[in-house]
């Protein structure tokens, strides 16, 4: 059995390192953990390597043969999946002007370039499952979860047939026009899930992985208290505690 997910001890480590770190005089109050971060201290807790590229995984454990993808955000603040730059983009977009099958197709290319990406990672890095490693903020606490995201028996992260597509209008702003995005709609809940960015920087951004998240007390989620004012140092008290 591979143990992608982390142990209730090893969860414990990670969360605790996180809050230790908020304590630091080096984020502002409320301010999103980082990445990187997060990355370190799971490679670090896990025995694991953090790659610094744009693979779809962002920690590996060879010896394993397993990876993980690392999410941070505040809980009000969508995913960003990745950038989805799918061939033939412009056609693609001129197609699902025209047509539900257009529409669909679109929906469909931009999922399977998900799906494919994380293929990548299992070949590249010979791993046997991928897992997500997600931490979410709120102003006062923080949560983090762990799920398994695919393997080598399962590689599809993403059903295509699970979503149907539509365009938003357009939105204009006394800055700049905000151009429409194309919305991924799950098709059993009619939540929106996904919202790509394709006629600018092609961010894909992820608001259904909210339906990830474990109730609290499952076993795959901790819950904790974000560091009180009063614990956190300041720059003097920093200096002296590692003078000491």
Same mark, same amino acid.
């Given at each position: 059995? %591979? %143990?992608i997910?982390s142990?209730p001890?090893?969860m414990?480590?990670?969360?605790?390192?996180?809050k230790?770190?908020?304590?630091?005089p080096?984020?502002?109050?409320?301010?999103n953990v980082p990445g990187a971060l997060l990355?370190?201290v799971?490679g670090?807790?896990r025995?694991a390597?953090?790659?610094?590229?744009?693979?779809?995984?962002?920690v590996?454990?060879? /010896?394993a043969?397993i990876? &993980?993808q690392?999410?941070?955000t505040k809980?009000d603040?969508?995913?960003? &999946?990745k950038r989805a730059?799918?061939?033939s983009?412009? /056609?693609m977009?001129?197609r699902?002007?025209?047509? *539900?099958?257009?529409?669909q197709?679109?929906?469909?290319?931009?999922l /399977?370039?998900c799906?494919?990406?994380?293929?990548e +990672?299992?070949?590249k890095y010979?791993?046997?499952s991928?897992g997500l490693c997600r931490l979410v903020?709120?102003?006062?606490?923080?949560?983090?979860?762990?799920?398994e995201?695919c393997?080598r028996?399962?590689? %599809?992260?993403? %059903?295509?047939a699970?979503f149907? $597509?539509? $365009?938003?209008?357009?939105k204009e702003t006394?800055?700049? *026009?905000?151009? +429409?995005?194309?919305?991924g709609t799950h098709r059993?809940?009619g939540?929106? &899930?996904?919202? &790509?960015h394709?006629?600018?920087e092609n961010q894909?951004h992820? +608001?259904g *992985?909210s339906c $990830? $998240?474990?109730?609290?007390g499952?076993?795959t989620?901790?819950?904790?208290?974000?560091p009180? *004012?009063?614990?956190?140092?300041?720059l003097?008290?920093l200096?002296?505690l590692l003078?000491?």
């Open positions: 059995m %591979n %143990n997910i142990t001890n090893q414990g480590l990670i969360c605790k390192a996180v230790t770190c908020l304590r630091l080096l984020f502002d109050r409320g301010a990355e370190m799971i670090e807790v025995g390597r953090p790659l610094g590229t744009y693979d779809f995984v962002d590996v454990k060879p /010896e043969r990876g &993980w690392i999410k941070s809980a603040t969508p995913v960003t &999946w730059k799918i061939p983009r412009d /056609e977009i001129r699902s002007e025209r047509s *539900e099958e257009g529409l197709s679109l929906g469909d290319a931009i /399977e370039f799906n494919q990406h994380a293929r +990672s299992l070949e010979q791993l046997d991928i903020r709120s102003e006062k606490t923080l949560f983090y979860y762990e799920r995201l393997s028996v399962s590689d %599809n992260i993403f %059903n295509p699970d149907s $597509w539509s $365009w938003s209008k357009a006394k800055v700049k *026009e905000q151009l +429409s995005a194309l919305h059993k809940t939540r929106k &899930w996904f919202a &790509w394709g006629r600018g894909l992820f +608001s *992985e $990830w $998240w474990p109730k609290p499952d076993k989620r901790v819950d904790f208290a974000a009180s *004012e009063g614990q956190v140092l300041s003097t008290q200096a002296d003078d000491g």
